[in-house]
Each structure stands twice: as structure tokens, then as C-alpha cells.
């Protein structure tokens, strides 16, 4: 078969192989370009079109998943905060109790 070849095969195998890789500059060149959300779904579109039409395919489409309602964030009290806490009830109640004595008659 290699001797069935013009003589410029090789010439023409040159020019393949810088169409190839002019195809793959292209390529790498649009690796970075962005799309619209309306371009992207047309382009989705286009491609479930093509894999119905082409391939005989099956799409099967889900929903989205809702989002997790976020909790209101809560700060895990420390030793300290906890100590804090019992010494104001402490003083709280204190000032209950002096508080109940001052009401209180006389018998």
C-alpha cells in the first residue's frame, strides 16, 4: 500500500498533521471561553436533540434537590460561659431571697 503513494505523501501527511494540530490550538484556545446561562442551555438542548435523534437515547431528567434550610448559628458555651451563668443565678437568687424577706409583714 505505501507504494501505491504519490510521491508527495508526505507532503500531504505534513499538511494533516498541522491541520490536527491547528484544530487542537483552536481547541486549547477556547478552553477558556465562557458562556451564557441561555447559550449553555441551548447547547444542552441541542445535545439531548442529538443523542435522541442520533442514538436513540433515553433523557431522564430529576429535579433539582432542595437546598438545606440554614440553622441559626449557635455558639457552644465554654467552661467559663457555663461558670458565668450559675454565679448570675446564684446572685439572682440572692437578690430574690432579700428581696421576699423586705416584703414580707411582720407577724
Known amino acids: 500500500m505505501l ?24 481547541i486549547i484556545q477556547h478552553r477558556f471561553y465562557y458562556v451564557t446561562k441561555d447559550e449553555l442551555r441551548a447547547e444542552l438542548e441541542r445535545q439531548a436533540q442529538r443523542f435522541t435523534n442520533i442514538y436513540g437515547g433515553e433523557i431522564t431528567t430529576y429535579a433539582a434537590e432542595r437546598e438545606p434550610e440554614r440553622k441559626p448559628w449557635r455558639k457552644k458555651p465554654t467552661v467559663l460561659d457555663q461558670v458565668f451563668q450559675q454565679e448570675v443565678q446564684k446572685l439572682e437568687q440572692a437578690k430574690r431571697a432579700d428581696c421576699d424577706g423586705a416584703i414580707t409583714p411582720p407577724a
Open 3 to 26: 507504494a501505491m503513494q504519490p510521491a508527495n505523501s508526505g507532503y500531504k501527511l505534513a499538511m494533516q498533521s498541522f491541520a490536527d494540530c491547528h484544530v487542537s490550538i483552536q
